[in-house]
């Protein structure tokens, strides 16, 4: 049974940082794509960040380049994103997500969400 559970969520001031945690269990980590995607009120679901299976390549939202950075940790079945920088916009409840490959695409499974605020 796949799940994915996210952590690392909460409030944090404009121009700080939160690092979320996606752990990860129930299929071979290390064979799949990840990627995180985020939902504000109202709004509609947005990726945010992609990493393929290998850790070999990366892709991210314009609006978070250089401020984001994706990871992996293929022993451990972790998979994480570092938040820099932070932007009131940048507010949303955060999802990992399973793809059904080894690169970003198509994805099967999400986890539940942590809550990010971006205020002061």
């Known amino acids: 049974q796949v799940q994915l559970v996210e952590s690392g969520g909460g409030l944090a001031q404009p121009g700080g940082s939160l690092r979320l945690s996606c752990a990860a269990s129930?299929?071979?980590?290390?064979?799949?794509?990840m990627s995180w995607a985020r939902q504000a009120p109202g709004k509609m679901p947005e990726w945010v960040a992609g990493?393929?299976?290998?850790?070999?390549?990366?892709f991210y939202l314009d609006s978070v380049k250089g401020r984001f950075t994706i990871s992996r940790d293929n022993a451990k079945n972790m998979l994480f994103l570092q938040m820099n920088s932070l932007k009131p916009e940048d507010s949303a409840l955060y999802y990992c997500?399973?793809?059904?490959?080894?690169?970003?695409?198509?994805?099967?499974?999400w986890g539940p969400g942590t809550q990010v605020t971006v205020s002061s």
């Open positions: 990493i393929y299976a290998d850790g070999s390549d990366t």
């Open positions: 129930g299929f071979t980590f290390e064979r799949y794509a």
């Open positions: 997500a399973k793809a059904a490959y080894s690169v970003p695409g198509e994805y099967e499974y």
